[in-house]
């Protein structure tokens, strides 16, 4: 399985941009990027994903580098309801199955 | 839709007892997941079901677990016997291969072995 890499922690104020990295110089052609966060005490839930073009939805933006090695995860405006470990995670086209690794834990700040 | 259903939320037990998990999955959705959390692990998938068939179990620990899905709406994990290292929480999810195979994850089992 393609590895992702991820700061382990990061802060940000309530109400400023917040931009996640995730690190994948191994991801094959095939390999969807998604993003799930966990909020404290529940289940994963899903944020988004992509192939190769950005992705908007409601609650965050995907940006997809060109060479699709890296991308990054936008919360236009964090809340402190966004206070989260977010998983950058790939999954192949063919399985569906996803591989959790550390993540990144997000802090934010008032 | 009241999402993904776990059963029970709290379980503690003693080591060598059995301990069964359930799990109603999302009504219409094709995919199960049994997940497994610790602070030393992460997150771990278990095993997987696609159409009530076990596709992937290479996470199962051991022989000591076992997972079924007699239909589309049930699924259990059983553990038996129980270790003080199977403390974890156990967290099923459900997806469904129309649209963008998104997990829909249920809010877990916090499962103490004593």
């Known amino acids: 399985d393609a590895k992702t890499t991820q700061p382990n922690s990061m802060e940000s104020n309530e109400e400023e941009p917040v931009h996640l990295p995730c690190n994948h110089s191994?991801?094959?052609?095939?390999?969807?990027i998604h993003w799930y966060r966990q909020l404290p005490s529940q289940g994963p839930e899903y944020v988004i994903h992509g192939l190769t073009s950005n992705v908007n939805n409601r609650m965050a933006s995907l940006a997809i580098a060109e060479d699709r090695k890296s991308s990054t995860l936008i919360l236009h405006r964090a809340t402190l309801r966004d206070a989260a470990v977010y998983y950058c995670i790939l999954q192949s086209y063919n399985t569906d199955k996803l591989i959790f690794g550390t993540g990144t834990r997000l802090q934010v700040f008032p | 839709d009241a999402g993904v259903i776990q059963s029970p939320r709290h379980e503690v037990t003693e080591m060598g007892q059995e301990v069964t998990l359930r799990c109603k999955p999302i009504?219409?959705?094709?995919?199960l997941f049994w997940y497994r959390q610790t602070m030393m692990r992460g997150l771990e998938l278990l095993i997987y079901f696609n159409n009530n068939v076990p596709i992937d179990d290479s996470g199962m620990p051991e022989d000591r677990f076992s997972a079924k899905m007699p239909n589309a709406s049930f699924s259990t994990l059983k553990i038996q016997p129980s270790e003080p290292r199977d403390s974890a929480v156990y967290f099923c999810a459900s997806s469904s291969n129309q649209g963008n195979n998104e997990q829909f994850f249920g809010p877990g089992t916090r499962l103490t072995v004593l």
């Open positions: 009504s219409g959705h094709n995919s």
């Open positions: 191994t991801i094959s052609g095939t390999d969807y």
